[in-house]
Structure formats: structure tokens, C-alpha cells
């Protein structure tokens, strides 16, 4: 199974991104798909997660501005970032939670990552 996340850039105080994550191999179901951020010198944080019933979470500082969607035909999660903020640069990974088979225990699957780099 493989993850690729795409969708990054510069972008100005203000602006918006959205990010795709699409998963690839073999996949039976996918449950929770999530995205985490890294910014230089900071731990890695979770910033939003989505579940196969399309329930979400958002960590408290993106509430209002990120909003998390996934495609379920397509194997795909995106993260629509609006009114982005310097304090949002970091390289942002997506994760997934695969099954791939359907006996077969679920396994978590990360992408490599996309920078996204926001000026003030």
C-alpha cells in the first residue's frame, strides 16, 4: 500500500491550499485517513481526522479554517486549507488506517509528505 500526498506550495498569509492524498495497492477498506503536520522544531500534531462515516475532528487551532474530506471510490483524502497563517508552515503527511484483506487486521500507512510554506 502506498500513500502519495500532493498539493503543497507557498502561499500568502491569507490564502488557501488543498492538499490530496491518494492510496494505492492493495486496499480492501480503508477506516480512519488523518493528516499530521510538522513544523521546524516542533513535534509532529495531529490536525485532522476523518473516519470511513465521514465523522471529522480538528485539532483546535485549524477549527473554522481546514476542513478534511475524503473520497471513498477514489481511496483519497483531502484537507482544504483556507485563511492560512505563517504559523501553518510545516511538511504535512497523510496517514490511513488499511485493511487489505477481509480477514485481515487493519494497518496504519503514512505518505511522505508535502511541504506547505505560508508568508507573512
Known amino acids: 500500500v502506498q500513500l502519495q500526498a500532493s498539493g503543497g506550495g507557498l502561499v500568502q498569509a491569507g490564502g488557501s491550499l488543498r492538499l490530496s492524498c491518494a492510496a494505492s495497492g492493495s486496499i480492501f477498506t480503508i477506516n480512519a485517513m488523518r493528516w499530521y503536520r510538522r513544523a521546524p522544531g516542533k513535534l509532529r500534531e495531529l490536525v485532522a481526522t476523518?473516519?470511513?462515516?465521514?465523522?471529522?475532528d480538528y485539532v483546535d487551532s485549524v477549527k473554522g479554517r481546514f476542513t478534511i474530506s475524503r473520497d471513498n471510490a477514489k481511496n483519497t483524502v483531502y484537507l482544504q486549507m483556507n485563511s492560512l497563517k505563517p504559523e501553518d508552515t510545516a511538511v504535512y503527511y497523510c496517514?490511513?488506517?488499511?485493511?487489505?484483506?477481509?480477514?485481515?487486521?487493519?494497518?496504519?500507512?503514512w505518505g511522505q509528505g508535502t511541504q506547505v510554506t505560508v508568508s507573512s
Open positions: 476523518i473516519t470511513r462515516g465521514n465523522l471529522t
Open positions: 496517514n490511513a488506517d488499511v485493511v487489505t484483506g477481509p480477514l485481515q487486521y487493519q494497518h496504519s500507512y
